[in-house]
């Protein structure tokens, strides 16, 4: 799968489709416009530059958020070095939707997680081309 921003500075190659996606209503997610798959480190191949950016306003930076300088299009996060998560997070909204059709898409409610040990709570959960996600 390949996938890139909106001006096509970064691109984003994966081997394979995402399990299901998330989308989160947590402060970051939903500034960032972020739906994310998750894969390990290594499954992720990105050309071209980004930029990191880490929040200030919790009292402990677990994740990095990628970003295309060009455009400002979130690319994906990546674990910062206080946490030890084991996967990374790759916007699929950067990749073709009829390249998503049928995975599951799980609405989280994130704007109670402090940090990487609490719990994310599924409120609805829907598939890419039943009309309702995404």
């Given at each position: 799968?390949?996938?890139?921003?909106?001006?096509?500075?970064?691109?984003?190659?994966l081997?394979?489709?995402p399990d299901?996606i998330n989308?989160?209503?947590?402060?970051?997610?939903?500034?960032t416009?972020?739906?994310?798959?998750?894969?390990?480190?290594?499954e992720?191949?990105?050309?071209?530059e980004?930029?990191?950016f880490?929040?200030?306003?919790?009292?402990?930076?677990w994740?990095?958020?990628h970003f295309?300088p060009?455009?400002g299009?979130?690319?994906?996060w990546?674990?910062t070095?206080n946490t030890e998560?084991?996967?990374?997070?790759v916007n699929m909204?950067?990749?073709?939707?009829d390249?998503?059709?049928?995975?599951e898409?799980?609405?989280?409610?994130g704007?109670?997680v402090?940090?990487?040990?609490d719990?994310f709570?599924?409120?609805?959960t829907?598939?890419?081309g039943?009309?309702?996600?995404?």
């Amino acid at each position: 799968m390949k996938g890139s921003c909106v001006c096509g500075g970064v691109t984003l190659a994966l081997p394979r489709r995402p399990d299901y996606i998330n989308i989160c209503n947590c402060r970051l997610c939903r500034s960032t416009g972020g739906a994310y798959g998750y894969f390990a480190p290594e499954e992720l191949t990105v050309t071209g530059e980004t930029k990191g950016f880490e929040r200030d306003d919790l009292p402990d930076v677990w994740l990095t958020t990628h970003f295309c300088p060009r455009c400002g299009s979130a690319t994906h996060w990546t674990p910062t070095g206080n946490t030890e998560l084991g996967r990374i997070g790759v916007n699929m909204r950067l990749f073709a939707q009829d390249e998503l059709e049928g995975i599951e898409v799980r609405y989280q409610d994130g704007r109670g997680v402090i940090d990487e040990t609490d719990d994310f709570i599924t409120t609805a959960t829907g598939q890419i081309g039943d009309g309702k996600a995404f």
